[in-house]
């Protein structure tokens, strides 16, 4: 399977604990994007990778949240000092041009 | 930035009856997406629709542009189909990002 994927599929950790999740797009697509959805919600937009450039970042994102795409390639989220509000799931999506595809996802539990 | 609302956000059908899922946005778009969201999380890619119509076995997808809706019709439809339905959309004003309507939870009984 050639998909995006994600890792780890699932994280509990206990709060103030920093966390990383990696996403490693479909490889021919230079375009990836971070999201962030909540139980009963539509995807929230985190931020956005063209190539290496993060070239733009929701106010969601707060200065716990980094995010990075060394080379061009797979794509890290760091959230520092976890809060019990960030338990979500993490998605990322990979796209060419039009058309983007989404990985399976990190569910992130914070206790 | 672009606001997209989605309709009905609760649908129950029995195993064999039709549906629409309507989606209103509020700007042009040059992007928009029809997914369907598995009971693991998974966003499954249905349509890339921005104008037009197309066909995919018992889905179908319409997009009037100009009239800022798109429209996904499931026939016969069966029990797998259940699920949340979301509706993306971008356009040139609204960024990169791909903006997203809350949603239509679907539940197909046997």
């Known amino acids: 399977d050639t998909g995006v994927s994600q890792d780890p599929r699932h994280k509990i950790t206990k709060r103030g604990q920093n966390v990383t999740f990696r996403c490693d797009p479909i490889s021919e697509h230079n375009r990836l994007y971070w999201y962030r959805q909540t139980l009963g919600q539509g995807p929230e937009f985190l931020t956005y990778?063209?190539?290496?450039?993060?070239?733009?970042k929701s106010r969601l994102l707060s200065d716990r949240f980094s995010a990075e795409r060394p080379k061009g390639s797979f794509s890290t989220l760091e959230i520092q000092r976890t809060e019990q509000g960030d338990s979500a799931m993490y998605l990322c999506?990979?796209?060419?041009?039009?058309?983007?595809?989404f990985g399976q996802g990190t569910r992130l539990t914070v206790v | 930035g672009i606001q997209v609302e989605q309709s009905p956000p609760d649908l129950i059908l029995q195993e064999g009856a039709n549906s629409t899922l309507r989606c209103n946005f509020s700007d042009s778009v040059n992007n928009l997406q029809w997914f369907h969201q598995n009971p693991w999380g998974q966003l499954i890619n249905l349509f890339y629709?921005?104008?037009g119509t197309k066909q995919n076995g018992r889905l179908s997808a319409t997009t009037v542009a100009t009239e800022r809706y798109s429209l996904l019709y499931i026939s016969s439809s069966q029990t797998t189909d259940s699920g949340v339905y979301f509706c993306?959309?971008?356009?040139?004003?609204?960024?990169?990002?791909?903006?997203f309507g809350k949603g239509t939870s679907l539940l197909v009984t046997p």
């Open positions: 629709i921005p104008s």
């Open positions: 999506a990979s796209r060419p041009v039009t058309e983007a595809f």
């Open positions: 993306a959309v971008r356009n040139s004003n609204s960024g990169y990002a791909l903006n």
């Open positions: 990778f063209q190539n290496e450039a993060q070239l733009e």
